[in-house]
């Protein structure tokens, strides 16, 4: 995969002029996690930053609830490798007012998110700062990590679970008002799918990736590693009801509102045609988590969403934009 092998966007066109001026101290950048040879196998390490006042307000969610999420969309990464969480290292910068109770709570929170998976907390590092900032370092190991850029034409485009929840909450939050539980919940506690993961990767997904940024963001991703467009369906993405209340609150049909809803930390997987309805049914009988076929990898570059056989025009969130 080529190091610039990266969607549009502002910050990602800030990671090519960080790949351009690193030159050869870069290598293999551009992919969810970096992945290391050991032994037989593979390490897979991720880290991600989680910021007060921009992933996460404090009158929103609980201490726990932040350190929870923060740990979650780390070990997502992992997820969308198929591979084994081994645990994770948290580095926290906390306000100087902030007792040491607020402190502990925050860490429970990351610590049961680790344990949720199957991994524990390895260490970290502590600072003051002028807000709350939780940086997560996870490492996985895999025997053969998925990488975004194995799909090929052909290819059936998969999702796990349902879509634009998260932002659902978000909205509702940001207007003043109290998401539904689902919502809130999909936002506080999302669920690092790493047993769909490995069984995604088992079943033979060749390219995969989570959604942390929005389909509409993340699908360009996954499409520019491999080399292929992805033609996508909207009217065929997994909603839940408090997608469609949202959605008609913001005056736009449902579909898109999901497919621009970032922070859903579902896996968008590309899977060889014979993948088929009985593949799908085992898969969930395996992990309890719905997939849904969304579209097809056809040749060519981009993504192609369509709604009601009509060309939609819609980005992933941007931190830069």
């Not at 978000?170 to 669920?191: K, S």
């Not at 995604?200 to 389909?215: K, Q, T, V």
Request: proline share 5%; glycine share 14%; hydrophobic share 45%.
């Amino acid at each position: 995969m080529s190091d610039l092998a990266l969607g549009p966007g502002r910050e990602f066109d800030r990671i090519r002029g960080i790949l351009k001026r690193l030159g050869p101290a870069a290598r293999d950048i551009g992919d969810d996690c970096a992945i290391i040879p050991e032994g037989g196998g593979r390490l897979v390490v991720s880290v991600d930053l989680s910021i007060e006042d921009v992933h996460f307000r404090r009158e929103w969610l609980s201490l726990e609830e932040i350190g929870w999420r923060a740990a979650a969309a780390s070990l997502s990464d992992l997820a969308a490798e198929g591979a084994e969480p081994v645990g994770l290292l948290a580095s926290v910068g906390l306000p100087r007012q902030a007792g040491d109770e607020e402190l502990l709570e925050l860490m429970t929170g990351i610590g049961a998110a680790a344990r949720s998976v199957g991994g524990a907390v390895l260490g970290g590092d502590l600072s003051a700062s002028r807000c709350w900032l939780v940086d997560i370092a996870v490492i996985g190991r895999a025997e053969h990590p998925v990488t975004r850029a194995g799909a090929a034409p052909g290819d059936g485009v998969w999702v796990t679970g349902t879509l634009g929840v998260a932002r659902a909450a978000l909205q509702v939050w940001e207007g003043g008002g109290t998401p539904l539980q689902e919502a809130r919940e999909a936002f506080a506690r999302p669920a690092p799918r790493i047993a769909a993961g490995r069984a995604l990767a088992r079943a033979g997904a060749r390219a995969m990736i989570d959604l942390s940024d929005g389909l509409a963001g993340d699908a360009g991703h996954l499409a520019a590693a491999s080399g292929v467009s992805l033609e996508i369906d909207l009217g065929l993405l997994p909603l839940a009801p408090s997608v469609t209340s949202a959605a008609a609150a913001a005056g736009i049909p449902a579909a898109e509102f999901a497919a621009l809803g970032g922070e859903d930390y579902e896996l968008l997987a590309a899977l060889p045609p014979a993948f088929a309805e009985e593949a799908r049914a085992r898969f969930t009988r395996e992990t309890g988590v719905a997939l849904t076929r969304i579209g097809t990898a056809v040749a060519g570059s981009g993504t192609r969403l369509l709604l009601n056989g009509q060309p939609r025009r819609l980005s992933g969130y941007d931190h830069f934009a």
